[in-house]
C-alpha cells in the first residue's frame, strides 16, 4: 500500500517537530530506557525527539529512519558532535534490518499517516528483540479540543479528516493504537496501552501553535493535498488561517491534543 504523509516538510511543519523533546512526546517510554540499549526511532524527521532519546541510552547506538532523504539532512545537523547515532532512508513497511536487531522500535506521530498501520507494527516487532519493547504514540484529531468554540477550527477539523481519508490513513489514530498492536499479534499480556496530552494555552504558546498551523493550511502539502483533491481552494484555506490566527489572539485561548500509546514486551 502507498502511503502518503498528509505534512510534508514544510518549515511550519518541521517547527512543531523540533519542539518534541523525550519528556513532552516519549514520557511513557523514558522509564524502560537503559544506557547500551540499541534503539530504533520510525519517522523521526528533523531528528531532535530522536537525538533526545540517544542522550537515554548512550552508550547505545541509535539509528532514525525516515522515508525524506532531506529530513534527514536536518536531522544529522542536530545530532552533530553526538556519538552513536545515525540517520538512514528507510521505509517503516520493510526496513532493512534482520529480525531480531533491535531492544527498542520506537514511533511517534507515524501510524496515523500510514494505509497499513497494523503492517508497520508487525515489521517493528519483527525487528526488535525478545524481551524487547515496540513503543508507539500518536495524536487522535476527533478527541482535539479548544475555546473558545470557533467555526472555522470545526472546519479545519472536518477538512483535515477529509485530507487524510483521501490519502487512506487514520487521522483518530490515538484510539485505535491499541486495537492495532493486538491485531498485528502483539502479545496482550505485555502490552501496556495508556494516554497523554499536549495543551497549548500560554500567551506565547497559543501564537506559536496557532501560528504554525495559519501557515501549514495554507503552505504545507496537507494544503496543497486538499487542493489536488478537490476538497478546498485557496479562499478556503486562507479562511482557516484567519480562523487559526483569530483564536491564537483569544485572551482565554486553550487546545489540548489527546495521544494514544502502546507500550508492548515483544
Do not use: K
Not at 521505509?91 to 531480531?100: G, H, R, T
Not at 483518530?172 to 499536549?198: F, K, M, Q
Not at 483533491?229 to 480562523?243: K, S, T
Amino acid at each position: 500500500m502507498s502511503t502518503t504523509y498528509t505534512h510534508g516538510h514544510h518549515e511550519s511543519v518541521l517547527r512543531s517537530h523540533r519542539w518534541r523533546t523525550a519528556e513532552n512526546s516519549a514520557a511513557y517510554l523514558l522509564p524502560e530506557l537503559r544506557p547500551g540499549m540499541r534503539l530504533l526511532d520510525v519517522g523521526c524527521g528533523p531528528g531532535t525527539l530522536t537525538v533526545d532519546l540517544a542522550r537515554r541510552v548512550t552508550p547505545g547506538e541509535v539509528i532514525g529512519v525516515d522515508r525524506s532523504a532531506a529530513v534527514l539532512d536536518l536531522a544529522r545537523a542536530e545530532a552533530a558532535g553526538l556519538d552513536g547515532v545515525t540517520f538512514e532512508v528507510a521505509d517503516v513497511m520493510s526496513l532493512p534490518y534482520e529480525d531480531a536487531s533491535f531492544d527498542v522500535v520506537h514511533a511517534h506521530q507515524v501510524l496515523q499517516h500510514l494505509a497499513d498501520p497494523v503492517g508497520a507494527l508487525r515489521e517493528m516487532r519483527r525487528v526488535t528483540r525478545p524481551g524487547g519493547l515496540v513503543a508507539v504514540q500518536d495524536a487522535d484529531y476527533a478527541a482535539m479540543t479548544w475555546h473558545p468554540a470557533s467555526r472555522g477550527l470545526d472546519d479545519w477539523l472536518e477538512l483535515y479528516h477529509e485530507v487524510t481519508e483521501a490519502n487512506g490513513a487514520e487521522a483518530d489514530a490515538g484510539r485505535r493504537v491499541l486495537a492495532w498492536a493486538l491485531e498485528a499479534g502483539l502479545d496482550a499480556t505485555r502490552l501496556t496501552p495508556g494516554a497523554s496530552s499536549w495543551c497549548y494555552a500560554t500567551s506565547d504558546d497559543r501564537a506559536w501553535w496557532s501560528g504554525l498551523w495559519a501557515e501549514r493550511v495554507t503552505s504545507s502539502d496537507f494544503a496543497r493535498q486538499a487542493v489536488e483533491h478537490g476538497l478546498a481552494d485557496d479562499v478556503a484555506l486562507e479562511a482557516l488561517a484567519e480562523a487559526w490566527r483569530s483564536w491564537g489572539s483569544a485572551p482565554g485561548g486553550w487546545f489540548a491534543i489527546l495521544h494514544g500509546h502502546v507500550l508492548a514486551r515483544v
